[in-house]
C-alpha cells in the first residue's frame, strides 16, 4: 500500500497544517482595515456605503511574513433596498476576492444599538480568512423588553429569529424576522455582486445554515446561540455574550440541548465585561466546559487545536465593546495584536 495514501500519513500532514496556522494567528496578526490591502467601497444600487462610514478603511497592503494580505472589499447596503416590507436597518458586507474562497459564510449580528458599520474590522479580518461576511442588522434587543424573564427571552429569541408570534413583549412581522432578513440580504448581494456566489448560501426562503457561521456580539451573540441552538450551522460564535439572564444567572434556555454540535461552539470575552460572570456561566450552562477549559490570549502560550474559550483582560476604556467594536478595539499593539489572532481562531476554516 502507498503510505502516501494511508490515514495516518494524512493525519499527519493535517496536523502539521494546523499547528502552522495556529503559529500565524501569534507571528503574523491580520492587519486591521486601516492597514488592509487595497480595501475598497463599492458603490451598488441602494447602497449606504459613504466616505464618512468607510473612507478609513482604505490603506495601503501591509505585508506579513507570509506575503500580503488579501485586499477586501467592504460595503452596506440599506435592508429595505433588499425587500419593501423590511422596516429599516442597514447591513454591510466584506469579502476578500483574492483570499483562497472556504466556501463558508460568516453572518454577524450586532450587539443592541450598535450599528453593522461599527464592525467592519473584525469583518475585514474575518473576511481575509477565505470566507464571505455579512454584518446583518436584524432586531437583537429582548433583554430590554423582557428585563430578567427567562421564559420571555426565549420566546422573543425566537420570535426574533422567525416573526412567528409567541410573546406580547416584542412584535417581529415575519418581513423583519431574522431569517427574512438574512435571505433578502443574500438574494440582493447575489444580483449587485454577481461572481461571489452569495446564492449558495440559501434556497428559496430558507438558509442553507451548514455552510453558515452565526456569530454574535452582545445580544447579538444570545441570539446567535438561539439560531444554533435551533439549527446545526457550521459553527456558532460568541463575543461578549450569550448575556440573557434571570437575576444572576443564565437564562434557562441556555441549558437546552442545542442542534450545533458542542465542538462547533467557539466563544471569546473580555474577563472586565461588567457581564462577565454571567457570561462564563452561560458558556458552562451551554456544556463549552469549565474555567480550566478557558484560554487567556494574554498569555505567553499558543492554544491547543481544540480550543474553544478565549478571554482577554486587556486594560481598556470599555471591555465589553474591546473585542468587536470599531473604535474601541485596543489601543495598546500587544493587546490589540492579541485581540485579531483570537479573531482568527473563532473562524479557523476547520
Not at 26 to 33: G, L, S
Not at 71 to 78: E, G, N, R, W
Not at 151 to 168: H, V
Request: proline share 6%; net charge negative; charged share 15%.
Amino acid at each position: 500500500m502507498d503510505v502516501r495514501n494511508s490515514q495516518a500519513w494524512r493525519g499527519w500532514i493535517g496536523a502539521v497544517a494546523l499547528s502552522l496556522l495556529l503559529t500565524s494567528c501569534f507571528v503574523n496578526p491580520v492587519p486591521t482595515p486601516a492597514t488592509v490591502g487595497g480595501t475598497t467601497t463599492d458603490s451598488l444600487p441602494g447602497s449606504q456605503d459613504t466616505a464618512d462610514t468607510l473612507a478609513n478603511k482604505d490603506a495601503a497592503a501591509a505585508d506579513t511574513a507570509d506575503g500580503a494580505a488579501p485586499s477586501v472589499a467592504l460595503a452596506t447596503f440599506s435592508a429595505t433596498a433588499t425587500d419593501s416590507a423590511i422596516a429599516d436597518g442597514v447591513h454591510a458586507f466584506a469579502v476578500a476576492a483574492d483570499a483562497l474562497s472556504t466556501g463558508k459564510l460568516v453572518v454577524l449580528l450586532p450587539d443592541a444599538n450598535v450599528l453593522p458599520s461599527q464592525y467592519l474590522s473584525l469583518a475585514a479580518a474575518i473576511a481575509q480568512q477565505g470566507h464571505r461576511v455579512l454584518v446583518l442588522a436584524t432586531p437583537v434587543a429582548a433583554q430590554a423588553a423582557c428585563a430578567d424573564d427567562g421564559t420571555c427571552l426565549e420566546l422573543a429569541r425566537q420570535e426574533l429569529l422567525d416573526g412567528q408570534d409567541r410573546t406580547p413583549k416584542v412584535t417581529v412581522t415575519t418581513p423583519n424576522s431574522l431569517q427574512n432578513r438574512l435571505v433578502k440580504a443574500l438574494t440582493w448581494l447575489d444580483k449587485n455582486r454577481p461572481g461571489e456566489n452569495w446564492g449558495k448560501f440559501y434556497v428559496g426562503s430558507t438558509p442553507l445554515w451548514s455552510d453558515i457561521a452565526i456569530a454574535g456580539h452582545g445580544e447579538g451573540a444570545s441570539q446567535a446561540a438561539m439560531v444554533a441552538m435551533h439549527q446545526i450551522v457550521w459553527r456558532a460564535v460568541m463575543l461578549g455574550g450569550p448575556t440573557d439572564a434571570a437575576g444572576a444567572q443564565p437564562a434557562s434556555w441556555l441549558a437546552g440541548t442545542p442542534q450545533t454540535p458542542s465542538t462547533a461552539w467557539r466563544t471569546l470575552a473580555h474577563t472586565k465585561d461588567p457581564a462577565w460572570a454571567i457570561i462564563a456561566a452561560a458558556w458552562t450552562s451551554l456544556g463549552l466546559g469549565s474555567s480550566a477549559a478557558v484560554f487567556s490570549l494574554d498569555s505567553a502560550q499558543q492554544p491547543g487545536i481544540s480550543v474553544q474559550m478565549l478571554t482577554t483582560a486587556a486594560n481598556v476604556p470599555d471591555p465589553h465593546a474591546a473585542i468587536a467594536v470599531d473604535g474601541a478595539l485596543p489601543a495598546d499593539a500587544t493587546a490589540a495584536q492579541h485581540v485579531r489572532a483570537g479573531w482568527k481562531l473563532l473562524f479557523l476554516p476547520y
